[in-house]
């Protein structure tokens, strides 16, 4: 089973090419020559650092290589303009999937790594995100594989495609929800405003296997899941783990959400002129304040055989201790 895997030097990419060689798997690895590939070598069977935009390069690599799986999990995750993460995440995703089912001999699945962004959150009050809800993104980023979504139901509604749209992830090398635990290490569980809020969150393990479930299950031709641990959790849940790992106090501070939204337009202004993106801006906030983030899953478990075995307690108290083994704290 020859398995491309793109952004696998990411932090869900490590992941996945670690599992799908264990599981037997001939793994290889499209990643920039930029890349940082030394822990993941171990897995790989061949790396290609072709240029997604080079149309010419990914119809040769599809051609000679004859994949009967990829998992396209690279993306953007933050630019400076849309039209800069519109490339990144549609028009690169387009000439991948223009090359994968161009060649002779097709891939048998095609997964695509969207993201919950994409749908958006619902009220408070609302039924579980479906997995063919409206889309309502809050963020760039969101708008962007919204784009690529709306792109693959366009242009290519009669490939096997799967799109796979995780909530939060979470796991050992994950650096942004570190951010969060790292000031938690420090003694402070600070929050934007009072509102009630429905999280959800995914084990990186429990994502990765059903990324490779997506590959094999029998499935109709194009396809979406969205994918959390199966709970709801309330916006004080991970400071609680966080708590009862370490046995530590913490204070617990809310910010007024006023407040919260002048320093997010002040950063803005203030990175304005940098190629770098402030922790919070705006778009940022709405989505960090979104009231409901909570998902039926139940299409996953039918047609994928996702049986997640990670609840966020499991999940985040094993992450912190690889955080702690491997002082990052």
Request: glycine share 4%.
């Amino acid at each position: 089973m020859k398995l491309l895997i793109t952004g696998a030097s990411g932090f869900v990419g490590s992941h996945l090419v670690e599992l799908a060689s264990k599981e037997g798997f001939e793994v290889h690895a499209a990643v920039r020559k930029s890349s940082d590939i030394t822990a993941i070598t171990p897995y790989i069977h061949t790396f290609h650092f072709t240029d997604f935009g080079d149309d010419r390069g990914l119809q040769s690599l599809f051609e000679n290589e004859r994949y009967d799986y990829v998992i396209h999990a690279a993306a953007m995750t933050k630019a400076k303009s849309e039209s800069q993460i519109m490339l990144a995440n549609v028009a690169l995703t387009e000439r991948l999937l223009d090359a994968a089912f161009g060649c002779s001999a097709p891939p048998q699945r095609f997964v695509f790594v969207s993201s919950l962004a994409a749908i958006g959150p619902v009220s408070y009050n609302d039924d579980d995100i479906a997995d063919d809800a409206e889309y309502r993104p809050l963020t760039l980023y969101g708008r962007s594989k919204r784009a690529a979504e709306e792109m693959i139901k366009t242009k290519f509604a009669d490939k096997p495609i799967t799109i796979i749209r995780p909530t939060a992830v979470y796991g050992p090398r994950e650096k942004d929800l570190f951010i969060l635990f790292d000031t938690m290490n420090k003694g402070l569980d600070a929050y934007i405003g009072r509102a009630s809020q429905k999280l959800s969150f995914v084990y990186v393990k429990d994502l990765i296997q059903v990324l490779l479930n997506a590959c094999t299950a029998p499935q109709p031709a194009l396809v979406s899941f969205n994918i959390t641990d199966g709970h709801v959790y309330s916006r004080y849940a991970m400071a609680d783990i966080f708590k009862e790992t370490f046995t530590k106090k913490l204070i617990r501070l809310h910010v007024p959400y006023a407040l919260v939204k002048r320093a997010a337009l002040l950063f803005q202004w203030a990175f304005r002129n940098s190629s770098k993106t402030p922790v919070i801006y705006p778009e940022r906030l709405g989505e960090l304040t979104a009231q409901n983030w909570s998902c039926d899953i139940s299409r996953a478990k039918n047609i994928l055989h996702y049986k997640p075995k990670y609840d966020l307690s499991e999940g985040l108290r094993e992450s912190l201790l690889w955080y702690k083994d491997n002082n990052w704290f």
